[in-house]
T-cell receptor
């Protein structure tokens, strides 16, 4: 089944404790992206990647890192999480080109206390 | 002004009725348009692309008005299962970046 898999689905952590949210897709998509969704602010792009070893900042990159060592994986790293990073996170992927919609992962609900 | 704006709703719709809502975008260079559906606390799912000539998929009809810079979604014969938030999505001419509207919430009631 074609899908984007995120893990974990739920995570509660403490301020400053490094964490990684994994994202993997099996559709051979070149493009991958991370979004966060907050009430009243909608979906905002954190980072994206057009292909292996190519990453770039989205609209809200502060406090996050990503890597794209393999085509299928695009982990999101929070080196020192803070409470304002409490949010619902989505990973998405697509083929490159403006006519392709995204396939989203099921989301990761992160709480930083 | 936000790049993509939607009426947040909720639109309370009797089952079987028709509901329509719009989404406006500010960048005239926007190239591609989509409607996504999002159920509470779940991932957005692609509902349909929006083509220049307008397009229909079952009970759903999408329209694009480039002159006035808006797209619309019409749902006919609403079902209870149509209750969701509908997200308007715009892609600029270059690259894949999707810009999302804040969503329009639709509640279909018996």
């Amino acid at each position: 089944e074609a899908q984007v898999t995120q893990n974990p689905r739920y995570l509660i952590t403490v301020t400053g404790k490094k964490l990684t949210v994994t994202c993997s897709q099996n559709m051979n998509h070149e493009y991958m992206s991370w979004y966060r969704q907050d009430p009243g602010l909608g979906l905002r792009q954190i980072y994206y990647s057009m292909n292996v070893e190519v990453t770039d900042k989205g609209d809200v990159p502060e406090g996050y890192k990503v890597s794209r060592k393999e085509k299928r994986n695009f982990p999101l790293i929070l080196e020192s999480p803070s409470p304002n990073q409490t949010s619902l996170y989505f990973c998405a992927s697509s083929f490159v080109g403006e006519n392709y919609g995204y396939t989203f992962g099921s989301g990761t609900r992160l709480t930083v206390v | 002004r936000k790049e993509v704006e939607q009426d947040p709703g909720p639109f309370n719709v009797p089952e079987g009725a028709t509901v329509a809502f719009n989404c406006t975008y500010s960048n005239s260079a926007s190239q591609s348009f989509f409607w996504y559906r999002q159920d509470c606390r779940k991932e957005p799912k692609l509902l349909m692309s929006v083509y220049s000539s307008g397009n229909e998929d079952g009970r759903f009809t999408a329209q694009l008005n480039r002159a006035s810079q808006y797209i619309s979604l019409l749902i006919r014969d609403s079902k209870l299962s149509d209750s969701a938030t509908y997200l308007c999505v715009v892609i600029k001419a270059a690259g894949n970046k999707l810009t999302f509207g804040g969503g329009t919430r639709v509640l279909v009631k018996p």
